[in-house]
């Protein structure tokens, strides 16, 4: 049933414990976690012209935030990072899709999100396009 | 460590048969345990004495589809996965959030959508609730569409 389960990660509390999650699940399922950082870029873009070095840093935050997912996943089960870039909610649509995810595991509400909002318009929106079922951490 | 306790709210949907299925597979790999939830909701005018007086036959009869449902829901789980089913009466979307606790579930494996929702909208009024203002973690499953 779970092979291939999809984390989306962002450095937030909320992924922190998806991160959590998909490791219990992959271990019970024997299944393949992909952790997904998306450096979203649309935002950032916002400040006119990107500067190599401004790239270069939101790279290396997200290669921290994958490496640290990496870390917590034990021996034995498999699992692999990848860095996009884009509009995140797109990105993970499109990743889940392309990777054959039976499984996408995310936070409620990530690090741009105001507060009082229950649910993040990232996981709202992967809720409701995904195909796979979405697990949704609180 | 892993889901001890999982909670499938049920509503005769083929989407929440769906979401019954998937929450059978998960109980088998994390050995846990499985309720499974009927919700009668009758608006408050039927359940109103008077009313309910003259019409008796319409809650038995709701309970005895919510009964059904759950058996069919129960016959699927192999042996091997302690299951029970539950049938309250109540609004949907409280009474899935109170028998969450009642249970002591730490996981809701719920259809996106269920019977009551309008067409158009992707994710029905009942999963959204849920989704926003459960404690636990929650899977929401896709209405499958006809391919495989």
């Given at each position: ?138 | ?80 996965i302690k299951a029970r089913g539950h049938c309250v ?60």
């Amino acid at each position: 049933m779970i092979k291939n389960i999809l984390v989306p990660v962002d450095g937030s509390e909320g992924s922190d414990r998806a991160i959590e999650q998909a490791i219990m699940l992959g271990q019970a399922c024997e299944a393949k976690i992909n952790f997904l950082y998306v450096a979203n870029i649309n935002q950032l873009a916002i400040n006119a012209c990107l500067s190599d070095a401004i790239l270069e840093a939101v790279t290396k935050a997200g290669n921290v935030i994958l490496d640290r997912a990496m870390e917590k996943v034990p021996e034995g089960i498999a699992c692999e990072a990848f860095s996009e870039t884009g509009s995140p909610a797109v990105i993970i649509l499109d990743f889940a899709a392309d990777n054959d995810s039976n499984l996408i595991v995310m936070g409620s509400r990530g690090l741009g999100v105001v507060k009082g909002v229950l649910l993040g318009s990232v996981s709202q929106y992967i809720v409701e396009q995904a195909k796979c079922p979405v697990l949704v951490v609180k | 460590m892993g889901h001890k306790r999982i909670l499938v709210p049920m509503d005769g949907s083929e989407n929440s048969m769906q979401a019954a299925e998937w929450a059978i597979n998960l109980a088998q790999a994390c050995e846990a345990e499985l309720e499974f939830l009927y919700v009668v909701n009758l608006k408050g005018e039927l359940l109103r004495p008077t009313v309910l007086d003259r019409h008796t036959s319409i809650l038995e009869d709701a309970i005895d589809l919510g009964k059904r449902l759950l058996d069919t829901a129960l016959d699927l789980v192999p042996i091997s996965i302690k299951a029970r089913g539950h049938c309250v009466s109540g609004d949907a979307d409280e009474t899935i959030l109170k028998e969450v606790q009642a249970l002591s579930c730490d996981m809701i494996v719920m259809g996106s959508r269920g019977i009551g929702a309008i067409h158009a909208a992707i994710l029905g009024s009942v999963s959204g609730y849920i989704l926003e203002h459960a404690k636990c973690p929650v899977v929401m499953i896709k209405a499958e569409q006809k391919e495989k």
